[in-house]
């Protein structure tokens, strides 16, 4: 494709600059910049240093910077935004993403559901009650706004993720409650050939709905020293998973530094951002490292098991078939993995490469500042 035929971007008019024979380079460096998670508006000066550089030195791109996937893959990384950084890990990062990613996980669960059942139990039959085509989608919605409330929680909203997660269990149970009393929702619902339509029309909605843009760091240019500090050790223990006890002494020094400087300053104008002082704190403790890789792998155990449990249940209660037999081979094959991933040395190696990952974030954000 010609650069003419180009989509206008941030970065077009860079591109203009480069010579016929160099130009294609470029292009896939700012691709890979995109794929990245690079900001836009940094993608152009990055080039517009590559292309002088180049010219100084009479050499090609590829000769001076090497294969243009791998430079725009490494140099992208170093240019994406603070909020991109510190949110890279999130399953969602605003509103209209997470409610985008319910409709998306929704559609594919119903859409590989109604297949499934299609093949296993028959294209005419009604495989759910009402009661259950109810319940699957509230629920579903629920475990989304506890997702967000996880997401408000490495924010430092410490408090309103714990609201939020204590009503969505109230609303679980309440719900299930409510759905079991009814005897006139136990009744067939739609035959399982409706469901994998549905949940591909879903899929698709999920797709074609607009992803929440990046948000701003936090305004806390005006706040006092207790707030900025406050929010500061929220941080750590929300997004780091610091230990009250870790994030009160890794703010022990600055704290001390702040009472002795008195108030010609805020905390804000001697450290900077909150939520950027907080990622250069994150690397030196080794334990909240720990922590975070027991917890994913504790979640997907849970998975896992739960699956195991309901496949030794139709071992138990339904006659084996080969379409059994073949979700068995399948789970014990996870299940083999994930009992693999539990083993110290994998462990380690996990904990080991979070801490270089947290390291190389703090690196990048330490340049960052004065961008947002």
Not at 21 to 32: C, H, K, T, Y
Not at 127 to 148: D, E, K, N, Q, R
Not at 197 to 219: C, F, N
Request: glycine fraction near 10%; charge should be negative; aromatic fraction near 8%.
């Amino acid at each position: 494709m010609s650069h003419e035929t180009h989509k206008k971007t941030a970065w077009s008019d860079e591109l203009d600059l480069w010579t016929p024979q160099e130009r294609e380079w470029a292009e896939l460096a700012a691709a890979s910049m995109v794929f990245a998670d690079a900001s836009a508006d940094a993608i152009g000066p990055a080039l517009a240093e590559v292309r002088k550089s180049v010219a100084g030195s009479g050499q090609t791109p590829t000769e001076l910077f090497g294969e243009p996937v791998l430079f725009g893959r490494t140099q992208g990384k170093t240019l994406r935004a603070p909020v991109t950084v510190l949110e890279s890990g999130l399953p969602f990062p605003g509103v209209s993403s997470t409610i985008a990613g319910m409709l998306m996980g929704l559609g594919f669960l119903i859409f590989v559901l109604g297949i499934w059942l299609g093949f296993d139990e028959g294209w005419t039959m009604a495989s759910f009650t009402v009661s259950v085509m109810i319940l699957f989608p509230a629920v579903f919605v629920l475990v989304g706004i506890g997702l967000w409330g996880w997401v408000l929680r490495t924010r430092g909203r410490l408090r309103t993720a714990i609201v939020i997660w204590a009503s969505t269990v109230l609303a679980t149970g309440g719900l299930i409650a409510i759905v079991a009393s009814q005897d006139a929702w136990n009744v067939p619902g739609p035959p399982n050939w409706v469901m994998a339509p549905v949940g591909a029309g879903l899929l698709i909605l999920g797709l074609l709905s607009p992803h929440s843009k990046d948000r701003a760091l936090e305004d806390d240019a005006q706040w006092d020293d207790e707030r900025w500090f406050t929010h500061a050790q929220d941080l750590l223990r929300g997004r780091y998973l610091f230990s009250k006890a870790q994030a009160v002494a890794a703010l022990r020094e600055p704290r001390e530094h702040r009472r002795l400087a008195g108030t010609h300053h805020t905390a804000a104008q001697e450290f900077g951002n909150v939520e950027l002082f907080a990622a250069q704190l994150a690397p030196g403790v080794r334990t909240p490292l720990l922590r975070g890789v027991v917890l994913r792998r504790a979640g997907f155990s849970l998975v896992i098991l739960c699956f195991g449990i309901s496949i030794v249940s139709e071992f138990i209660n339904e006659p084996v078939g080969a379409w059994l037999i073949t979700r068995a081979v399948i789970w014990t094959l996870l299940a083999v993995g994930i009992i693999a991933s539990w083993l110290p040395r994998r462990m380690r190696e996990d904990i080991k490469e979070a801490g270089d990952l947290r390291k190389a974030d703090a690196h990048t954000l330490s340049g960052d500042e004065s961008r947002d």
